[in-house]
């Protein structure tokens, strides 16, 4: 009677899980359920704008701003802490197995049985039994194998390599978000000094158009002329439709970065003329702390290491496995003599197939760490014609501004000109004004030329891979990060380069990956208040001295 209530009990959860295996098989989201979350998202996004205390912002503070509320930068550092709680996790891997254990059992009717003598042949027992039909039995068992010891630990320090390579990917993440920061926040600048004149000079080359047009009509002048004015005129319409989208881009994206909502009033105060770097002396340097700092080759480095300890790992699995063992029982068999006990043993087992299969993951390991490190030298490689890229285009970026500069003061003496000669009469109001659209063309280029020269000299930072904040740096506390950013700055802007000789960083060699992962990520950034106290020198990008307009600067350049 008992085994047909069992058996009808299993029949019946045999019967549930079918029918519930039949609705495993997803369904997609309705257009509520996605409205729903868009709603919520949307209302999560809200409360995570962070509004200005005051409507200026400077370079530093819009950088700050960037890092510590960028969703980027977030998520990069949530990637560190999972890779630290896995760290953790393996570590444990390391204990030993520690089960308990419990049971029942039962049956309808006793476990009976009789003994036949081994050299007779004959029955020598009565049928017997030393089990009750229904009994209990519970238990703790203690096991711990140097194999999954040896193995265990060699995968934990594979994780701890994981680890360091989710802080370079959050190393690479800020050094893109500074370089994208600064090249928006001058883009931004530039929109908030022009975006004010394009507007009336789109009116008023509208105007031209339409008298030009009217002109035509009226067979004034003669149409080849006039057609051949439209089209003068058209083209700066669409230098400036073009100019305007830029600049009115540039402060949308300024918005984004820094994390407060779209339409919120933003004043640029940083000046444009801090600028004094002139071109660069020491390639060589740059491109050695190219090698030594880019996240990058960093990243493939710790590959090479992950990839190494698998040899270590699968070296160890060729071994003989040596294992204690360990329980203590309960059973509640009233039948036994003693319902408790203990016992220990030691067991050794060796696995021969492992002696074919060890050698074979052994050389796919060897195999793995040599294309990584092809994949190193071949970035290597790369990472130094980048390097060398945006030198070049820093300089060219020096060259650019001083010809844009030369054409913006030569639209302003026009434009002058073009005043004093329609207020005497020698020129018609639509020669005025469109001397004045092409000097505010140079303007608008000057500005644009200015900004893309800061956005250079950031992305030549950015190339080489030096930090403007470390990657463990706390980005909650916004005036501390804030100067530390200007500090940064400041030392980026004068030329002052980091020294990477060995003897100088030598104490790093003998860091744990513990202590890595807590490390700053670079050299800190060289403090003015600091310049007088002893220093190993560090190469400079030629600073220039005091005093000196971005003008003067790039006039230098060229001498």
């Not at 549930?16 to 369904?27: E, K, M």
């Not at 229904?134 to 711990?144: I, L, P």
């Not at 294992?323 to 509640?332: F, K, P």
């Not at 203990?342 to 060796?350: I, K, S, Y």
């Amino acid at each position: 009677m008992r085994l047909k209530t069992l058996f009808r009990s299993g029949t019946a959860v045999i019967g549930l899980v079918s029918l519930t295996a039949c609705g495993i098989r997803p369904q997609p989201m309705t257009m509520n359920e996605n409205i729903t979350r868009a709603v919520n998202d949307r209302s999560e996004i809200q409360k995570h704008y962070v509004p200005l205390a005051t409507p200026e912002l400077s370079l530093e503070q819009a950088i700050a701003r960037a890092l510590a509320y960028n969703y980027q930068i977030e998520v990069a550092k949530l990637e560190i802490t999972q890779q630290e709680k896995q760290l953790d996790l393996s570590l444990t891997n390391m204990l030993p197995q520690l089960a308990a254990d419990a049971g029942y059992t039962t049956r309808n009717n006793n476990n009976a049985a009789e003994s036949i003598d081994e050299f007779t042949n004959q029955r020598s027992l009565d049928y017997s039994y030393s089990e009750v039909p229904t009994h209990g039995t519970a238990d703790v068992q203690f096991s711990w194998d140097l194999t999954d010891i040896g193995v265990s630990y060699f995968q934990a320090r594979q994780q701890g390599y994981r680890a360091l390579i989710a802080v370079e990917r959050r190393r690479r993440a800020i050094n893109t978000l500074v370089r994208n920061t600064a090249e928006v926040y001058w883009r931004a600048r530039a929109a908030q000094a022009i975006l004010p004149k394009i507007d009336p000079m789109i009116a008023d080359a509208r105007v031209m158009l339409d008298n030009s047009k009217h002109a035509a009509d009226a067979h004034l002048q003669n149409p080849l002329i006039l057609l051949d004015y439209q089209q003068n005129v058209m083209q700066l319409l669409r230098q400036l439709y073009q100019m305007r989208n830029d600049l009115v881009s540039a402060q949308i994206q300024l918005r984004s970065f820094i994390n407060v909502a779209p339409g919120t009033p933003v004043t640029l105060i940083t000046s444009d003329e801090v600028l004094t770097a002139r071109p660069i002396q020491d390639m060589a340097k740059l491109e050695e702390i190219t090698l030594v700092m880019r996240p990058e080759l960093r990243e493939e480095s710790y590959q090479q290491k992950i990839s190494r300890q698998d040899i270590y790992a699968q070296i160890v699995r060729m071994s003989p496995g040596v294992g204690a063992l360990g329980s203590e029982n309960y059973d509640t068999n009233k039948l036994l003599y003693n319902n408790v006990w203990g016992q220990v043993g030691v067991r050794a087992t060796f696995n021969l197939m492992n002696l074919i299969r060890g050698p074979r993951a052994i050389a796919v390991a060897h195999s793995a760490i040599d294309a990584s490190r092809a994949r190193q030298m071949a970035l290597s490689v790369s990472l130094i014609a980048e390097t060398n890229l945006s030198a070049q285009q820093y300089l060219n970026s020096l060259d650019m501004l001083a010809s844009a500069r030369q054409t913006d003061d030569i639209g302003k003496q026009m434009e002058t000109v073009a005043t004093r000669a329609t207020q005497a009469g020698a020129q018609s109001g639509a020669d005025m004004i469109r001397h004045e659209m092409a000097g505010l063309i140079a303007e608008v280029d000057y500005a644009r030329t200015l900004a893309q020269t800061h956005g250079a000299l950031a992305n030549l930072y950015n190339s080489v891979g030096l930090d403007i904040v470390p990657a463990n740096a706390d980005l909650s506390h916004i005036d501390h990060l804030t100067a530390q950013v200007a500090r940064s700055i400041t030392a980026w802007k004068s030329g002052v380069l980091p020294d990477m000789t060995l003897a100088n960083n030598s104490a790093a060699g003998s860091a744990t990956p513990a202590q890595i992962i807590h490390a700053p990520a670079a050299p800190p950034p060289i403090d003015s208040h600091d310049a007088g106290a002893p220093q190993s020198n560090p190469p400079r990008l030629a600073p220039v001295t005091g005093g000196q307009t971005l003008s003067q600067i790039t006039a230098a350049s060229h001498a």
